[in-house]
């Protein structure tokens, strides 16, 4: 991998795994150069800086999330077989890349003014935005849900972020049942 691409993808990949075992701020530039035997000036040529190099991580990584979830949330007047789509889509990403899914809950909870919250706050925002959008659009069809999108959206997110959570400590599953039982109580909530 001694190629541009390669030592960008090296760069990439340590970061993303150091930044998502110890955290962004306790993990320094010099200490990802030396774990893939590159120098600082590489680093910083591929991403200008430490926040850069976080930047593209959320970026690149975060793409498939986003653009699965773009997918799911479409509204199309059955509400079940929408959270089912959108719960899957947040828990196969969780299962496909817990490397950086455990970065993105961590993340999430940063505070905002910190760099890594400064850093997610786009990602969060959007995958925020497509859930609220859901819960929105289904408004029209279930008025109990009335101006009720941002908690109903808050807490889907919370119950599938927390179920992940379980997931990467090794507390728990994401296999279909288990999502599936989890999307029974959800609905339980919202429908009543």
Not at 44 to 53: A, I, P
Not at 95 to 111: G, K
Not at 141 to 150: I, K, L
Request: glycine share 10%; charged share 20%; hydrophobic share 45%.
């Amino acid at each position: 991998m001694d190629t541009p691409e390669g030592n960008r993808a090296l760069l990439l990949d340590k970061a993303t795994r150091l930044f998502s075992e110890r955290g962004y701020t306790a993990v320094g530039v010099e200490e990802i150069c030396a774990a893939v035997f590159l120098t600082k000036p590489t680093l910083y040529h591929y991403f200008g800086s430490k926040r850069g190099l976080l930047d593209a991580i959320i970026a690149e990584r975060g793409a498939p999330l986003l653009s699965a979830l773009r997918i799911a949330s479409v509204y199309g007047h059955d509400v079940p077989l929408g959270l089912e789509r959108m719960a899957f889509a947040l828990t196969d990403f969780a299962r496909r890349d817990p490397v950086f899914a455990r970065l993105r809950l961590s993340m999430s909870f940063a505070p905002p003014e910190s760099e890594a919250g400064a850093a997610a706050a786009a990602l969060n925002a959007e995958l925020f935005a497509l859930v609220e959008d859901f819960f929105r659009a289904a408004e029209g069809d279930h008025g109990n849900m009335r101006g009720r999108s941002r908690p109903i959206a808050a807490t889907f997110i919370g119950t599938l972020d927390s179920y992940a959570g379980f997931f990467l400590s090794g507390a728990g599953d994401l296999e279909e049942g288990t999502i599936r039982a989890a999307l029974r109580q959800f609905m339980y909530g919202i429908f009543s």
